[in-house]
């Protein structure tokens, strides 16, 4: 199934559309309310289930886009396969508008989850995280639909401000948010019990709560959701969206803490995520911002990460994507603005700068 939505679409329009239906949209964030589907689309946006039901580009089922010179490229029947000649569509996906402008979107829809289960839960580490991720993942396999983590001391501070009483009490290192989404609602809430208990007996989990209602479901989103409301009423933070392959993400970690307090004794640190997917947001506040994102970034570049997992590069950024990307791949990318866009009218300046002799003509 698939759904043809504008461009100025919000992403909860398309949501409750595919509710209406009796199917489900895979992607979900926490900008639901005002984020377009062609600005997801254009920053090829991840969110919450990217674990399961991957990032916008595998929504995406075609598009429609107006290139610099007014043509338009329509390819809106949806269908699953179509290898006839080139993808075009895909150029577009997470191009952030320098290759053109997307107006309508065919997107990918799935079954309605009969069974809807998260659960909260408190660890001693990284390593237990990653411990229970391989856990969940090998006992429920697909079942398991989004792994969210907060670590101290955001989640303290979360629990600070929250006029609702906290799920767990603060105080442990990582939180974990896990949830599943399955088609057999009693069998799939008895697994996923099965296994946590299983984690907490083997020393994984130290505590844990399950939902026992949607609404309760709800409770536990908001709480991770919190993570946003609470760092954007810290003054002076930086904030970068990373990504690194889980085997280094904790030497990552402690080596940039250490680096940034070695700089700045006074620093926070605030960090969340998306660790299913092995993406860090990763928050400090410091008297020496420039420093902190050469730490951070040249850490995530010696640990064969990524300086943009899901928000893109846009301005800020593009000074830091030759430490991920190689010159032949950045070359490649200007190419491509070249032919597209030979007059460099399509959000000049986002990603790269160009070099201007790639324009005479
Ligand atoms: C509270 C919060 C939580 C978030 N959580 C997540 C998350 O979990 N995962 C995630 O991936 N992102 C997350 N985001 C970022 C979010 O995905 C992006 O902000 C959103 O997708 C951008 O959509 P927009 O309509 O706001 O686009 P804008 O911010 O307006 O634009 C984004 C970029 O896309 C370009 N663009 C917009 N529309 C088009 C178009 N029609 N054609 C071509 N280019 C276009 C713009 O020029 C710009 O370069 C979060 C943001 C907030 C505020």
Known sequence: ASIVAEAGATLQAVQKAADGAGLMFGV????????????????NAGGIRVLRYGMYRAQVLGLEAVLADGSVLTSLKGLPKDNSGYDLGQLFIGAEGTLGVVTRAALRLHPKPASEVN?????SSLDAAIAL?????????????????NFAPLYDLIVASMAMPAPLPAGSPVYVLAEIQGSEPDRDSERFAEVLMQAVEDGVVDDVVVSQSPREVRALWNVREDANRVLFSIKGLISVDISIPLTRMGAFLREADAAIHTDDPGADIYVFG????????????????????DIVYRGVAAAGGGVSAEHGIG?????????????????TMRRLKAALDPRNILNRGRVFDLNPTAFCR
């Open 28 to 43: 979900d964030l926490g900008a639901r309310g005002s984020a377009t589907i062609g600005g997801n689309v254009a920053t």
């Open 119 to 123: 659960a909260f839960c408190a660890v």
């Open 133 to 149: 991720l391989g856990l969940l993942r090998q006992k429920l396999g697909p079942l398991l639909s989004a792994y969210e983590v």
């Open 274 to 293: 998306h660790l299913g997917d092995g993406n860090l947001h990763y928050q400090v506040r410091t008297v020496d911002p420039a420093a902190a994102y």
């Open 315 to 331: 301005f800020d950024k593009k000074k830091w994507l030759h430490l991920v990307r190689s010159d032949a791949e950045i070359a």
